[in-house]
Nanobody, 116 residues
Framework: QVQLVESGGGLVQAGGSLRLSCAASGSISRIIYMGWYRQAPGKERELVAGITSAGITNYADSVKGRFTISRDNAKNTVYLQKNSLNPEDTAVYCC??????????WGQGTQVTVSS
């Protein structure tokens, strides 16, 4: 059984920072892609940032220059450093992984609330 556990969410003031972590455990074949997604109330889920096993990253335009994704392959863990947060960043953030065997797994999500 594969589990993804996110941590690091919470309440922060505008302009502040948070660091999210997502650790994958269980019987997992090699992870080729790890991503962070978010869903705000009344909006569709969107990709925030992703990173391949080779370290190639991609970001949503709305977070470029403010968020940084990184990963520790040995620990099957992905991080999202979020700086200069604004109220529009308020959402439930979920991590997701894609494995070389074609499986896709999701975490349960962590709430991030940015107050103005």
């Amino acid at each position: 059984q594969v589990q993804l556990v996110e941590s690091g969410g919470g309440l922060v003031q505008a302009g502040g920072s948070l660091r999210l972590s997502c650790a994958a455990s269980g019987s997992i074949s090699r992870i080729i892609y790890m991503g962070w997604y978010r869903q705000a109330p009344g909006k569709e889920r969107e990709l925030v940032a992703g990173i391949t096993s080779a370290g190639i990253t991609n970001y949503a335009d709305s977070v470029k220059g403010r968020f940084t994704i990184s990963r520790d392959n040995a620990k099957n863990t992905v991080y999202l450093q979020k700086n200069s947060l604004n109220p529009e960043d308020t959402a439930v953030y979920c991590c997701s992984i894609n494995t070389v065997s074609g499986r896709n797994y999701w975490g349960q999500g962590t709430q991030v609330t940015v107050s103005s």
